[in-house]
């Protein structure tokens, strides 16, 4: 199941990209993505309360809240960093040099996370970062 929760996740963050570069146009990159924070935000809590799941915020440990606000500062950088890119270049680079963070990620699993690094993973890393590259160059 985790696999079509995360391909959908990919479906709509391409979505998200075109929408984003057609929506930009005129726009300041900082506004446009506050904006799109206010419907994130709407849309995360709407989520919350047609779940029920609002009575868990006091089970909430110190560390995951640390860890949560870290992750939404990360969140709010790299949205800024995107729309800025997304305003000032082609979607069709920005899109991906942004996918380098799945490279990113397995890197930052291994050495934080003590995630394995297998033959599979390295070639797979290899290949995004050539795509890539082949890509915007």
Not at 22 to 40: K, P, Y
Not at 48 to 66: D, E, H, M, P, R
């Amino acid at each position: 199941m985790w696999f079509v929760f995360a391909l959908l996740s990919a479906v709509f963050a391409a979505l998200t990209s075109i929408l984003a570069k057609v929506g930009i146009e005129g726009v300041n990159s900082n506004l446009a993505t506050a904006i799109r924070t206010v419907v994130v935000l709407v849309m995360a809590w709407g989520m919350v309360f047609l779940t029920n799941t609002q009575g868990g915020i006091s089970a909430i440990s110190k560390k995951s809240w640390l860890f949560l606000i870290l992750s939404g500062l990360a969140t709010g950088a790299s949205w800024l960093c995107y729309y800025r890119a997304l305003q000032i270049g082609e979607a069709s680079k920005v899109v991906p040099v942004d996918k380098l963070s799945v490279v990113i990620t397995l890197v930052l699993a291994f050495v934080f996370l003590h995630e394995n690094f297998t033959a599979k993973s390295l070639v797979g890393a290899v290949l995004i970062t050539a795509g890539t590259l082949i890509m915007v160059l």
